[in-house]
Structures are given as C-alpha cells and as structure tokens.
C-alpha cells in the first residue's frame, strides 16, 4: 500500500503540472494572436519571444507532466489490485472519457502550437480565451469523479461543470464588453 500511495502521488503531481502547462499555454496563445495585431517592430519582438515560451513550456514542462502523469495512471490501474478493482467502477469508466477528452485537447493544443511556432495564427485571442475553458471543464469534471465517485453524485458535479461553463462565458462577453467600452473612451 505504500509503494501504491508514492505512485499516486507521483501521479497527482505531474496532472497538476500538465493542467498548470495546459493553461499556460494556451494563455501564450492568446498573447501571440494579439501580438499580431501590434506594429513592426514589437510585433515580431513578441512573437519571437512568444514562440520560445510556448517552447520551453510545451516541451520541457507540458508534454514531460502529460506522460508521466499518464505513465504513473497506467502503473496504479494495471499494476495495483486497487487500481484493477477501479476498473470495473463505472465512475472511472467516466472519468476515463473525461481523460481521453484531456489527450484529445492536448493533442489539439499541440497542433495549435505548430502553427503558431510557423507563425500561422488561424485563431483569435478571444477563440483562445474561450479554448482555454475547455481544460477546466475537464479538470472539473475528473475531480468531481474521483472525489464524489458515486454515480449519482458526480452527475450534479458536471451539471455544476456545465452551469459553471455558461457562467464563464457570459463573464467573457462581460469583459469584451468591459474592454471594448474602455478602448473607445
């Protein structure tokens, strides 16, 4: 049981530096789709330096906490006889289409990332804002499972996910508001 405590420990804090990286980053993101917008030559002195910070965190920070958090998951459910019996708990099938989500949003940051490291911005800043909610919906959504773990509860956490969603967004629209009204004056 102890080598089994170290492994989830291993496990949370590299889901904590891949989330923390997954939020960075996309925030890089948006700070280089508005550095678009800015005269020559601060344009392509942001970008430049942009594009090294979405570097050195993507790759010496994000994709390292994303395997081994990944890495010490697997090791708990497949070589552990409590992360075996997990297994057949329907709260973590959930949480692992929660998970796969999270790959399929990393995976989509990654592409995101190659474009914008070939100077290819497809996206606006308010695009990322919005993008950027979707690692914390995921991030709700696996909390509420692996802390509440009953199959009725964890319904009301993602109901709270998605009423949380609508709040985030009509606080977006708020602030664009906000800073369109204070960009006129």
């Not at 081994?68 to 890495?71: E, G, H, I, R």
């Given at each position: 049981m102890e080598l089994y405590n170290y492994i989830k420990s291993l496990h949370l804090i590299f889901v904590i530096t891949w989330f923390a990286g997954l939020f960075y980053i996309v925030r890089l993101f948006v700070y280089h789709a508005e550095a678009k917008q800015k005269p020559q030559p601060e344009q392509d002195i942001l970008i430049k330096q942009y594009q090294l910070m979405q570097?050195?965190?993507?790759?010496?920070?994000?994709?390292?906490s994303a395997v081994?958090?990944?890495?010490f998951a697997f090791w708990m459910l497949f070589f552990t006889p409590l992360g075996q019996s997990w297994l057949q708990m329907p709260w973590m099938h959930v949480k692992l289409v929660f998970v796969f989500l999270l790959y399929l949003y990393h995976l989509k940051c990654h592409q995101i990332f190659k474009q914008l490291q070939n100077n290819?911005?497809?996206?606006?800043?308010?695009?990322?804002?919005?993008?950027?909610?979707?690692?914390?919906?995921?991030?709700?959504?696996?909390?509420?499972?692996?802390i509440l773990k009953n199959a009725i509860n964890w319904v009301f956490g993602v109901i709270g996910i998605?009423?949380?969603?609508?709040?985030?967004?009509?606080?977006?629209?708020l602030y664009k508001k906000i800073r369109e009204k204070n960009q006129n004056s």
């Open positions: 570097y050195r965190l993507w790759y010496i920070i994000t994709w390292p081994l958090a990944s890495f290819e911005v497809k996206h606006s800043g308010n695009f990322f804002r919005i993008w950027n909610e979707g690692a914390t919906i995921i991030l709700f959504a696996v909390v509420f499972l692996v998605f009423v949380f969603s609508i709040l985030i967004m009509m606080g977006f629209k």
